[in-house]
């Protein structure tokens, strides 16, 4: 159901610049409140809180491309100068702000908001952008404690407003023909998934040699009073995909940790694994280094008849039909075996096992995105129509909150299962 | 170190043969697709191969001639008779 939404909506949002006002919402719009329903014609005005890397490369694509989807970047605003000039320079015509509350007073002048701070800075403003009455656009994974992520959950649902999470996956094509494959069986049973994300770098951003108070403060990734490391900002994607592909949540998660390599001062984890399991028996397997990037990241989902290995865009089955020789090879093969006969050699008790040679077939035929703009048409349906899509902020949702338990599964070193009252099925009655 | 000279003739009936032999590989890959059933495309996308059959066919025919020199040599044969002749 939820995939039908999504393709439903991907295929309308390409019809967003002919939408139709309904009577409802021309009603709402007539009121004149917040939570207007735009016209398709309307500029989309959003904000951008956090301008560092993420957020400038966001504001980027929306200056680029936003005339597609009538958005454009009105405000901005972060607390640290020198990315606001960085991204005002190439915005000029934005507003900036150094604190958000100043900025949601100006909301009257914003439909949206998309958040791009530091993870442990998500909560603040997502929740008073969703009170003032916007949509919001959070990158993921959505907070640094279970406590926020619940209250950020509990802000959407109480103010109605749109909240996606910023897990771009959801948007991919090449990820969601996958789960069409999955769904429609032509993976057999699913029973393992199995994802990874590796490199090579200290994964450090660099400090001004004259500031080094500020270490804490640019590389909040590697603390965690700020962040889970690995699991918050690489893993929650692959979580949330695990979840996706098995229409559920996990029932527990276990998992091991270390610092076996940048022993640099950090306090996050440069080499994690996780085992999650769910109620029909399916195992996650996740892990994630920064001292080797020959695998890259990769998520592979195995059924009983086949295999999706989605970040690369590939679908293999279990028993691909057989390659036919060329013509002439089989004449050859043929004369060989008229003029030679066929010699008897025993065959060995046993084979090695290795990987099947077999090159698979791609999911999708043109690999030419990652849903990271696609998200953005998804955001901009939201806001004109003044609701959120069904179904995509709960797939965020359970992707932070089981990161959060991926993490609190390595420091205690147990097996952790969710607290009861974090489930939102409660909202959704 | 005497300098070897092809006569033009030589060369032409060599080519010939050359000829002979990439016409019977294509000929053979045309039989071998209808024969297995194969995609026609193969007439291109198999052509270095053929080139390759081709020439061993040419190997064959260098083999035979001078079998058949040998022979008429041996048995006293008109004696002009040389190999590849």
């Given amino acids: 159901m939820l995939e039908q939404n999504r393709r439903a909506f991907l295929r309308n949002s390409l019809l967003a610049g002919t939408a139709v006002l309904t009577p409802f919402s021309l009603m709402k719009l007539l009121a004149g409140e917040k939570g207007k329903i735009i016209s398709p014609n309307d500029k989309i005005h959003v904000g951008i809180i956090g301008t560092g890397s993420r957020g400038h490369h966001l504001a980027y694509l929306i200056k680029e491309y936003g005339h597609e989807i009538g958005m454009e970047v009105t405000a901005l605003c972060d607390v640290y100068q020198p990315h606001l000039d960085h991204t005002h320079a190439m915005i000029p015509e934005a507003k900036t702000y150094k604190d958000h509350r100043k900025m949601?007073?100006?909301?009257?002048?914003?439909?949206?908001?998309?958040?791009?701070?530091?993870?442990?800075?998500?909560?603040?403003?997502?929740?008073?952008?969703?009170?003032?009455?916007?949509?919001?656009?959070?990158?993921?994974?959505?907070?640094?404690?279970?406590?926020?992520?619940?209250?950020?959950?509990?802000?959407?649902?109480?103010?109605?407003?749109?909240?996606?999470?910023?897990?771009?996956?959801?948007?991919?094509?090449?990820?969601?023909?996958?789960?069409?494959?999955?769904?429609?069986?032509?993976?057999?049973?699913?029973?393992?998934?199995?994802?990874?994300?590796?490199?090579?770098?200290?994964?450090?951003?660099?400090?001004?040699?004259?500031?080094?108070?500020?270490?804490?403060?640019?590389?909040?990734?590697?603390?965690?009073?700020?962040?889970?490391?690995?699991?918050?900002?690489?893993?929650?994607?692959?979580?949330?995909?695990?979840?996706?592909?098995?229409?559920?949540?996990?029932?527990?998660?276990?998992?091991?940790?270390?610092?076996?390599?940048?022993?640099?001062?950090?306090?996050?984890?440069?080499?994690?694994?996780?085992?999650?399991?769910?109620?029909?028996?399916?195992?996650?397997?996740?892990?994630?280094?920064?001292?080797?990037?020959?695998?890259?990241?990769?998520?592979?989902?195995?059924?009983?008849?086949?295999?999706?290995?989605?970040?690369?865009?590939?679908?293999?089955?279990?028993?691909?039909?057989?390659?036919?020789?060329?013509?002439?090879?089989?004449?050859?093969?043929?004369?060989?075996?008229?003029?030679?006969?066929?010699?008897?050699?025993?065959?060995?008790?046993?084979?090695?096992?290795?990987?099947?040679?077999?090159?698979?077939?791609?999911?999708?035929?043109?690999?030419?995105?990652?849903?990271?703009?696609?998200?953005?048409?998804?955001?901009?349906?939201?806001?004109?129509?003044?609701k959120p899509i069904p179904g995509l902020f709960e797939e965020g949702y359970y992707g932070s909150i089981w990161t959060l338990l991926g993490q609190q599964a390595i420091d205690s070193g147990k097996v952790i299962q969710i607290p009861k009252k974090y489930n939102i099925s409660k909202f959704l009655m | 170190m005497r300098d070897l000279i092809i006569p033009g003739n030589r060369i032409k009936t060599e080519l010939k043969f050359l000829l002979y032999c990439y016409i019977a590989a294509n000929i053979a890959n045309i039989y071998a697709i209808i024969r297995y059933n194969t995609e026609w495309i193969e007439l291109i996308t198999w052509q270095r191969f053929v080139i390759f059959i081709a020439f061993i066919f040419y190997a064959i025919t260098i083999v035979l001639r001078i079998l058949i020199w040998s022979i008429k040599k041996l048995t006293g044969a008109s004696g002009k008779a040389q190999p590849g002749n």
């Fill in chain 1, 104 to 386: 949601l007073e100006d909301a009257r002048e914003l439909d949206g908001v998309i958040i791009c701070t530091p993870l442990f800075v998500h909560a603040e403003p997502t929740i008073d952008a969703l009170e003032t009455g916007l949509h919001v656009l959070c990158e993921k994974a959505m907070e640094r404690t279970l406590e926020a992520t619940y209250a950020m959950a509990e802000a959407h649902y109480r103010t109605g407003k749109a909240l996606h999470i910023g897990h771009q996956r959801l948007f991919d094509p090449k990820f969601l023909r996958g789960m069409n494959k999955v769904y429609e069986g032509d993976l057999g049973k699913v029973t393992q998934i199995r994802a990874f994300w590796h490199r090579n770098n200290d994964w450090r951003r660099p400090v001004p040699e004259d500031q080094p108070e500020l270490e804490r403060f640019i590389n909040w990734r590697l603390y965690r009073d700020y962040s889970c490391g690995l699991l918050t900002e690489l893993a929650s994607h692959h979580i949330q995909v695990a979840n996706w592909v098995k229409k559920d949540i996990p029932v527990d998660v276990r998992g091991t940790g270390s610092i076996s390599f940048w022993k640099d001062g950090r306090e996050v984890e440069d080499n994690v694994a996780l085992i999650f399991t769910y109620k029909d028996g399916t195992q996650f397997i996740y892990d994630s280094m920064i001292q080797n990037r020959r695998h890259g990241l990769e998520v592979q989902v195995l059924g009983h008849k086949g295999t999706l290995e989605l970040e690369t865009n590939n679908f293999f089955l279990e028993d691909p039909p057989p390659q036919k020789p060329a013509g002439i090879i089989q004449l050859l093969h043929d004369l060989e075996e008229n003029v030679l006969g066929k010699v008897p050699i025993g065959s060995s008790s046993w084979d090695p096992e290795v990987a099947m040679t077999y090159k698979g077939e791609p999911i999708v035929p043109e690999n030419l995105t990652d849903g990271t703009w696609e998200q953005f048409t998804g955001f901009a349906k939201a806001i004109r129509e003044d």
